[in-house]
């Protein structure tokens, strides 16, 4: 999904949080996600409430995933915030001071394992949030970008 200004292959999601939800929620019609018990709609309100306190901005981002893929709120939010998943193993994460770049930046990056079940989801991501740092990220994931 190459978008003008970028290279092939990498999709570019750029706007307000809500717009970029919009969009991540638009491919999510083969997403299976499972009705929500009472439990896990209940860990998905704790979440929301730290979120709101933390980052407000996910929220829209959350609400735009919903509404792009005309999504069940409960059962969506159950499924994002409390999904019960096998952890992944073998990640890493890495940082250069500014003191060791030579524009006095500093540079963050991490990777995620995923496994090949994820393969339809892969894709690399441009990322620019209004407002906020923009990353180049690959994803296995329908929501987030968890390499960077």
């Not at 939800?21 to 999510?28: F, I």
């Not at 930046?105 to 906020?132: F, H, M, T």
Request: charged share 20%; hydrophobic share 35%.
């Amino acid at each position: 999904m190459s978008q003008q200004g970028s290279p092939p292959g990498v999709r570019v999601l750029k706007g307000s949080y809500y717009e970029i939800g919009l969009q991540l929620g638009a491919t999510m019609s083969s997403l299976v996600i499972p009705q929500a018990s009472q439990q896990s709609a209940a860990l998905a309100a704790d979440c929301e409430a730290i979120l709101a306190e933390r980052y407000p901005a996910m929220l829209d981002k959350i609400e735009g995933m919903i509404d792009g893929g005309r999504l069940d709120k409960r059962d969506f939010k159950a499924f994002f915030y409390g999904r019960d998943a096998a952890p992944q193993i073998g990640c890493t994460n890495l940082a250069v001071l500014p003191s060791r770049t030579s524009d006095g930046s500093i540079i963050v990056g991490i990777n995620y394992d995923w496994y090949y079940y994820a393969r339809q989801w892969r894709e690399l991501r441009k990322v620019a949030p209004e407002g906020c740092l923009r990353s180049l990220r690959v994803s296995h994931h329908w929501a987030g970008s968890p390499d960077g």
